[in-house]
């Protein structure tokens, strides 16, 4: 699993997103073992355990169609729950790189 880091200040973040989003794909099958399956974000992280990764940790769900993007805010559930989308919150923008950047930045301050 490719994991991407961004800083806030990144000015290549719209990039990015246009980046991952190309590269997505429907219809993925689910991985016959979860071992192992996050330790590329943990590592980037700096962290040894799925339980550290989720402690102050947000996540923004992306999802795009032929109006743009969607930015969908999360509240942290724990390392049980995981995270929840906040329903009701999702974010639109257009597929610029700055309005891109605007909606992400947004969504990531709604997150709970």
Do not use: Y
Request: proline share 6%.
């Amino acid at each position: 699993m490719p994991v991407l880091v961004l800083n806030e200040g990144d000015e290549n973040t719209g990039a990015q997103i246009l980046l991952a989003l190309s590269n997505s794909r429907e219809n993925i099958p689910h991985p016959p073992t979860w071992t192992g399956l996050v330790d590329p974000l943990l590592n980037t992280a700096g962290v040894k355990s799925f339980n550290s990764f989720m402690k102050g940790a947000k996540c923004v769900d992306v999802s795009h169609d032929q109006k743009g993007v969607t930015f969908t805010p999360t509240t942290n559930g724990g390392p049980r729950k995981g995270f929840v989308a906040l329903t009701g919150k999702g974010i639109k923008a257009g597929t610029s790189e700055e309005e891109l950047t605007r909606g992400l930045r947004a969504a990531f301050d709604a997150c709970e």
